[in-house]
């Protein structure tokens, strides 16, 4: 910092002329030093005017332990996004004052698990009580014994996405674009995007909305024009609109863009959040993740530098997914969002289907589907490159535990359903079960999948507000799930449709998920 107008530099300059010169001065002479002695720059500074976030990385500054301040951060990164800083961070649960609640903390780890730069940093490690912000001292302070295991599932979620976290960081390097960035910049067409503070990209494909108020549950959140997917819980959502979000204090809002390929690092079991340690050079599962629609392509970044590109194309109208993967030093999982499919090729040869995920993991190459992340699992073997077909795949479908819901339940008590649950006690009037879906299309068919273990029941379908008497069979029973389709029509871009139990409907079922298929 400068002081004083009459301040004398070296050059003859004075204080009014250095009064913005000089920190950016200061921090290049640092990234020269750092580049001159270990042949790469970072500084990681707090100070700056135009032209410094061509030398340097940058935190917030010494925040107060508070929601107030947390919300001041996020604003921060954004603004500094929009200013040309492409990696920000800011001391996580705050720098200083009170000591930061359980709950803070936590809204500020899965903030800082999404953020350029996610650490942890505070002053008086050593009086008593500590005042460090470190997760164990947190624990032992609040008595609140879930926050290391909080703390320590959104490192691992971190680890597993650095993948995409570098490859999006090399992008930001290319064109100019932030790591974190305000919903206008990705887009600018969509007047909804402008006043957006409290949610943003991290980088081209997650859309992240942290919880920034105390005691908050449920946050609010607008999703562009398009389909969007719940990156923790792989539900398929329309955007277009707002939508509200139940989150308890654990969780945080994160969707992935449909289209999107996300490149990870996964444990042997696969596990977001599960732990590959902290090697960044290496895989333990190399794993791209593939939300089809249309084509699509990413290219990952090594930590070398070396790069390899996966392409994707989606053709649900005839059943059929296609992926390219690259030539690979060492075996690559690809997992497809979508329905179960009836067969898998590589290199134009059937591979056989593993019935558990032991069998997958056991297997040189192989598939396994997974009806409750609505995946499908493709492992190829270190060699030449791989053209991956699907065939028999769908669109992966709505799930009735994740749409707006009346006078209804969700439970997991009954076999084979898809998702994380189902839809039940929904058997007497005025319950309803509301989905938005996304159409390309002006017509379709629906498939309602649900159960009806006791008798035949009929519901009143309402599709954008047309109503349609759903007749569905009995089926073998609670267990048994059944299948019912119809044809309906639909308007381009978001539609609402609503199973409900209206009068004349009777009989009690469970509903476990609708799809669309273009006819």
């Not at 470190?134 to 979620?157: A, L």
């Not at 390309?440 to 273990?453: E, F, K, N, Q």
């Not at 009929?458 to 799930?481: A, C, F, H, M, Y």
Request: overall charge negative.
């Amino acid at each position: 910092m400068v002081w004083g107008r009459n301040t004398s530099f070296y050059d003859g300059s004075d204080g009014l002329e250095m009064r913005n010169e000089y920190p950016n001065a200061y921090i290049e002479a640092y990234y020269d030093f750092t580049e001159e002695n270990t042949g790469t720059g970072m500084t990681f500074s707090r100070a700056g005017t135009a032209g410094v976030q061509s030398t340097g990385v940058f935190w917030a500054g010494d925040q107060s332990s508070t929601f107030d301040a947390l919300q001041d951060s996020i604003s921060a990164g954004l603004s500094a996004g929009i200013s040309g800083i492409p990696f920000w961070g800011w001391d996580l649960a705050g720098f200083t004052g009170d000591f930061p609640t359980a709950e803070l903390y936590k809204r500020s780890t899965q903030a800082a698990a999404f953020a350029p730069i996610m650490q942890f940093h505070s002053e008086k490690a050593n009086p008593s009580p500590s005042e460090e912000r470190s997760p164990w001292n947190v624990q032992e302070r609040t008595g609140d014994d879930t926050i290391i295991p909080t703390f320590r599932y959104y490192v691992n979620t971190r680890m597993n996405i650095l993948p995409y976290i570098y490859s999006e960081a090399q992008q930001c390097t290319e064109d100019g674009t932030p790591l974190m960035r305000a919903m206008m910049i990705d887009f600018p067409e969509d007047p909804e995007a402008y006043d957006l503070e409290e949610q943003y990209m991290f980088g081209r494909s997650l859309l992240v909305a942290p919880v920034l108020e105390e005691g908050q549950t449920v946050k609010e959140i607008y999703l562009p024009e398009g389909e969007w997917i719940d990156f923790f819980h792989n539900a398929l959502t329309a955007g277009g609109g707002t939508k509200n979000y139940y989150c308890d204090v654990d969780s945080i809002p994160v969707y992935v863009r449909n289209g999107s390929i996300i490149p990870m690092n996964l444990n042997e079991d696969y596990e977001l959040g599960g732990s590959i340690g902290n090697d960044v050079d290496n895989y333990t599962n190399l794993t791209f993740r593939v939300y089809p629609k249309g084509d699509s392509s990413y290219t990952l970044v090594h930590s070398d530098r070396s790069t390899m590109t996966v392409s994707a194309s989606e053709d649900f109208k005839n059943s059929s997914v296609s992926v390219s993967i690259p030539a690979a030093a060492i075996p690559v999982t690809t997992q497809v969002f979508g329905t179960e499919p009836t067969g898998v090729t590589v290199n134009g040869q059937a591979i056989q289907r593993a019935a558990t995920l032991d069998e997958f993991q056991a297997a040189q190459t192989a598939y396994y589907y997974s009806g409750s992340e609505k995946l499908v699992y493709i492992k190829t073997a270190a060699g030449d490159a791989s053209e991956i077909e699907i065939e028999g795949i769908y669109q992966a479908p709505y799930e009735a535990e994740h749409a707006e819901q009346a006078n209804v339940a969700v439970n997991t008590d009954h076999e084979g359903y898809y998702g994380e649950g189902f839809v039940d006690q929904f058997a007497s009037e005025g319950c309803a079960v509301t989905f938005t879906v996304y159409s390309d299309s002006d017509t379709a068919l629906l498939d309602v999948r649900y159960s009806a273990g006791t008798e035949a029941a009929q519901r009143t379908l309402l599709v954008n507000g047309e109503s349609i008497l759903l007749d569905l069979p009995k089926t073998q029973d609670w267990d048994s799930w059944n299948t019912v389709s119809v044809p309906v029509e639909l308007l381009p871009g978001q539609n609402t449709i609503t199973i409900s139990y209206q009068a004349g409907n009777f009989a009690g079922i469970n509903l476990d998920c609708i799809s669309l298929r273009n006819q």
